[in-house]
């Protein structure tokens, strides 16, 4: 029988408490605290408190970045979700550390890969939501098309922060005055 313990560590960042956690296989969480979907998915009988090898080396990549540099490495990731999202995933996986993707260059990427004609950029915009593993799943560099800085589970402020941290070029960018992310 497969081991579902799941191990869990804080970590403390500039920009707040970070909760990760991971199985025998990989990373399998990152959030902010209070942030939307918090500890989405972990069950408290199947925690436990414990610095794993893959909470190390997720440490070692988020001192890294905190410090302003490109982590040239990952973790082991184990994110569980549906296949459309984990292929929302593999593609936030390739935006470059400091630029950005729009959702509907995602979609476009998603109906590619699935042989779809078209993607709408709102399914796009779920599975970017529901990302277990922001910052490595990046998912803070998605923005929409005209340059609005939407749809971060950890809240707008911490998107401006993380898009800062990696010297983004935010000429262009704005904070909408109203959406589902603020």
Not at 42 to 71: I, S
Not at 88 to 109: A, S
Not at 143 to 165: C, F, R
Request: proline share 5%; charged share 25%.
């Amino acid at each position: 029988m497969k081991d579902k313990t799941v191990y869990t560590c804080t970590y403390k960042s500039k920009l707040g408490d970070i909760l990760l956690a991971a199985d025998a296989i990989g990373l399998t969480g990152l959030w902010f605290e209070g942030q939307k979907y918090f500890a989405s998915g972990l069950k408290e009988n199947e925690t436990e408190e414990k610095e794993t090898p893959v909470l190390k080396r997720t440490r070692e990549w988020l001192d890294l970045y905190f410090a302003g540099k490109d982590p040239k490495f990952l973790p082991p990731l184990a994110p569980d979700g549906s296949e459309f999202r984990k292929d929302v995933w593999k593609i936030l996986l390739t935006i470059p550390y400091g630029k950005t993707m729009t959702y509907g260059e995602i979609g476009r990427k998603v109906a590619e890969m699935s042989g779809k004609k078209t993607m709408s950029a709102q399914a796009v915009g779920g599975a970017v939501g529901h990302n277990p593993i922001s910052i490595l799943i990046p998912c803070h560099r998605v923005v929409g098309t005209n340059g609005s800085l939407t749809g971060y589970a950890g809240g707008i402020e911490k998107k401006i922060g993380l898009l800062k941290l990696e010297r983004t070029d935010m000429s262009g960018m704005f904070v909408p005055k109203k959406g589902t992310a603020l």
